[in-house]
Each structure stands twice: as C-alpha cells, then as structure tokens.
C-alpha cells in the first residue's frame, strides 16, 4: 500500500529550467508539488554551456531567429510554435535578469556570442556554466517568493501516471524507500530526453527518458523519436562509456575550426559554413574523417579563436588542463556524442498533450519548435517559454484531482544490468549513421532483452520507439541519416507512435 497520498493543484515532474519555469508561474495561482529526480541541482539545464538564444541586438530581429530555427528544423519545425519561441522568449530572459540570473557583460552591456546556424550574435552566455547559473538564479528565487504554494520533493522519482475516466490525476512516487501517490489537477512533465539510450552521450545517468515513457503507457501521443542531435564536440578521453564532457559550440563560435589526426581542416569540405553548419552536418562529417584516416577522434584547433579561452571558457580550458592539454597550443581531441532529442511527448503550444491533464514541456516535450534538427541554444529558450505556458494552461483548466481510494504501491523488482546492452545496440546501430538492415538487428536485440527497474524499462522502451520511428522514416532528414536512403524526402512529415494503436 501507498505511505503517504498528497493533494495538489499543479503536480510538476522534473526541475530543470522547464520545470523551474512552470512551478514559478503555477506558484502564483496555485498549490505546487514539484517533484525531482535527484537534487535539484542536477538536470540537463545544469549541462548546458553555450547559452541562451534570444534577440537582444538592434541589429537583430525575431523574424531573423524565426528563420534560423526553421532552416536548422530542416522543414519540419512547427510554424506557429516557432513564432511563440523568438517572440516570448525576449520577456522570459527579461525575467531571467530581474531574478538575478547574470550573463556576461562587457562595457557596452551584455555579450552576445555567436553559434553555429545563427546569422546574428545572440547568445547570451555565463562563461561556460550558462545552464548551471540559470538554474541557480530559478531555483533561489522560486524558493523565496513562492514558498507557501511549493511543496520541492527532491531524490523522488515517478513510477507510474494515474489515471481516471481518460484523465491523468497525479502519479506514484518513491522516495527514500517508500511509495506515495500525489493527486492533481493538472500535472506537468519536464522530464528531460532520452539520450542516455546511446552508449556515449552528454547527459547524467539518471535521466531515462522517465517523462516519455510514462507518457506512451498512460496513452500520450508521443512523436518523431527517431531524431536525436549529436553534438559535434564532446571531449574523446579513450571513449568511457558514460557522460562525456562537452565541448561547447560556441568555441567555434569564436573562430576555432576541426582538424583531422593529419591536421588538415576539414569542415569547408563539407559545407558553405564550414564549423559553422548545423550539428548533424559537423557530426555527419567528423564520422566520415574518422573513417578516412581510420582514427577515433578529430582535433579542435583553440588556437585560430581571437578570444581569451581562459576567461571565456572556464570549466573548458580546467577540463583540459586536468588532461593535460594545453588549449593556447595544443589541438584537442573530439568525437560526436549524443546530446539532445527531439522527439518526446507531442504538445500544442500551451504543452497539452493527447491525455487531458497531463501538460509537457521542454526536452521531453515536442512542442514542433527544433524540427528534425535544434538550432543551438534554442533548448533553454524553449524551456523557458513552453514551461511558463504549460503553467499558464494548468492553472487555466480546473480538472478535479482524483480519489485516494484503490491506489495501490508499484511492485519494484531488483536491476538485471541491461543498461549497458541497450547504449552498445543503439550506439552501434542506431546511432549518428543508419540504415536498414542495422534497424532491423537493433529491433531484434532490444526485444530479447530483459528490464526489471524503472530506469531499464523507461530506457528500453524509448530506445524501441526510437529505432521504431527510424525504421519508418525512410528519408535522411536533419538528424537521422540512412545511408540505404540519403535523401530528403519530398513531403514533411511527423511520425507518431501511441499505446492504443502501435505495441512495442
């Protein structure tokens, strides 16, 4: 049986910067119970480099960022979606700054940097801890102006979405050992992706892809699964399998520029704006000078970057230095890592999904702003503005919250240690180069394979939808890439999986 049943407005799962951004504006009608996989401080947010992307320049425009997003979301973004992004996203930052989240500035005011696919300077940044210092400023100020309306549970993870009558109700939780349910009137996932499916990928252990999962067994439409960014830099440190260190995009930003092992530049090969071009072209043609020169890493030059790498980049240039490498004259070695999904829980632009009463945002949400392909530094931006909205829309809907009575514990059975087989399957055959017959080997291994705790049933089953979703998708667009059928096909199209219609 259940310890404990709590009872609340808005039922918010997961505090990154899209969950931050929901409880903040829920807090202000409403009981909030915001529950956290680990410490609150851990999230993807806290990983995030680069910056935030958002029109600050005179110079600049929303219809300029509107157009950039499109031409990196290689014709699938959402239109409307979009427009919401650039416009909203200029007040959400304003509100950043008014909690006393600091950006970097200079004489003139803030400092924007400049990123791949973006045709203007607008990346506002913290040094290289951009995500870690939005966290901080949310969270301190989520907790001391809305501490009467916020229950924050952290090291508490979801198990299961409760249903009544079709309508989500809350969820069942463990913490520390025992069971408690958490009955809503709404409740909000902000989960974060699934990348941890791929053996090497930039994101922490922990996230599973729980949000998504959860979404597909209570019935959500979940859509386009199978595009997934690899981000072109992560650090090559003899391939641990893990988490790897990123290298941030904005390092070429600045002027630095790929190298292969025979230390030629390589990128204005490839495309009109060489180490510039979007991710799936960087990464697409790191892999194909790998195999050229049959090594396992490329080189990034720090050296062509008119910048003091020290001050700009922090905790780049320590990494580095801990590897004893040297970024004023040494190259650094680099592979692709898988970095951001896509895909997740579908959503109209207030974060409805196909379930009434459960609202997603940010990663694990697809809310139709990336496309088949991010354009960088869009992800804080996008948690930002769909997380408020999917506030704005919880506190709008006044469902009832469901009844204590017939909920019962999740039975919990001990890890069998799969994980591990499910990253090499899906790093091998389903990974930054694809094609059919290693979709079909990757299908067949994931159904033989054994799961007995959430996180590899919750892996699992996002790894299936993934492959799934690839295999359908005969074209190459954006992100997924099949070399047995290379070229975009002639109609933009999303792919959708949900539990009533399609088993996996």
Avoid at 30 to 49: E, M, R, Y
Avoid at 101 to 119: K, T, W, Y
Avoid at 265 to 290: C, G, K, N, Q, T
Avoid at 405 to 424: D, S, T, W, Y
Wanted: a positive charge; proline letters at 4%.
């Amino acid at each position: 049986m259940l310890d404990e049943v709590y009872f609340t407005d808005v039922l918010i799962v997961g505090a990154g910067v899209a969950g931050l951004s929901a409880a903040i504006e829920a807090a202000k009608g409403g009981k909030v119970f915001l529950a956290h996989k680990g410490d609150p401080n851990i999230s993807s947010t806290q990983l995030a480099q680069g910056g935030v992307a958002v029109v600050m320049d005179k110079t600049d425009s929303p219809v300029f960022h509107y157009r950039d997003t499109l031409y990196a979301g290689a014709g699938l973004c959402t239109q409307k979606a979009v427009k919401v992004l650039v416009a909203e996203g200029i007040p959400r930052v304003r509100e950043l700054l008014e909690m006393g989240v600091v950006f970097d500035r200079d004489d003139s005011g803030l400092i924007l940097g400049q990123e791949a696919a973006h045709s203007h300077r607008r990346i506002l940044h913290a040094g290289d801890t951009t995500g870690a210092e939005v966290e901080r400023g949310m969270l301190a100020y989520l907790q001391k102006n809305n501490g009467d309306n916020l229950t924050l549970s952290p090291a508490t993870q979801c198990l299961e979405l409760l249903l009544e009558r079709g309508r989500c109700v809350g969820g069942i939780f463990l913490r520390d050992g025992r069971q408690f349910a958490v009955l809503a009137r709404n409740t909000v996932l902000a989960t974060g992706g699934y990348v941890q499916v791929f053996k090497y990928n930039t994101n922490f252990a922990d996230l599973c892809g729980d949000g998504i999962a959860l979404a597909y067994r209570a019935g959500a439409r979940i859509r386009d699964m199978e595009f997934v960014q690899f981000h072109p830099t992560s650090l090559y440190e003899t391939r641990p399998q893990g988490s790897q260190f990123l290298i941030s995009e904005a390092v070429r930003g600045e002027g630095a520029v790929l190298r292969n092992v025979r230390r030629r530049r390589f990128m204005p090969d490839y495309h009109a704006h060489a180490e510039l071009a979007p991710r799936d072209v960087v990464s697409r043609a790191i892999v194909a000078e790998m195999r050229k020169t049959n090594a396992d890493h490329v080189l990034l030059d720090f050296t062509t970057a008119a910048i003091d790498i020290p001050a700009r980049f922090p905790s780049i240039y320590r990494q580095c230095q801990d590897l004893r490498i040297n970024v004023a004259k040494d190259l650094v070695p680099v592979v692709p890592a898988a970095h951001y999904s896509m895909g997740g829980i579908a959503t109209d632009i207030f974060g409805r999904t196909s379930v009434p009463g459960l609202l997603a945002c940010g990663e694990c949400a697809s809310t139709g702003v990336h496309g088949a392909n991010r354009l960088a530094s869009n992800s804080l931006l996008e948690g930002l503005v769909f997380g408020r909205r999917a506030a704005v829309a919880a506190l709008r809907d006044k469902g009832r919250g469901g009844a204590a009575a017939g909920k019962h514990a999740v039975p919990l059975r001990k890890p069998v240690g799969n994980r591990a087989a499910i990253q090499e399957i899906m790093w091998r055959q389903a990974g930054i180069i694809r094609d059919g017959a290693g979709l079909k080997t990757a299908w067949q291994k994931l159904q033989n394979l054994p799961t007995s705790s959430p996180d590899e049933d919750n892996l699992l089953l996002c790894a299936k939808l993934c492959v799934s979703g690839a295999w359908r998708r005969r074209e190459s667009r954006g992100s997924h890439y099949r070399v047995d059928y290379p070229r975009r096909g002639w109609l933009a199209r999303h792919s959708d999986s949900h539990l009533p219609n399609r088993k996996i």
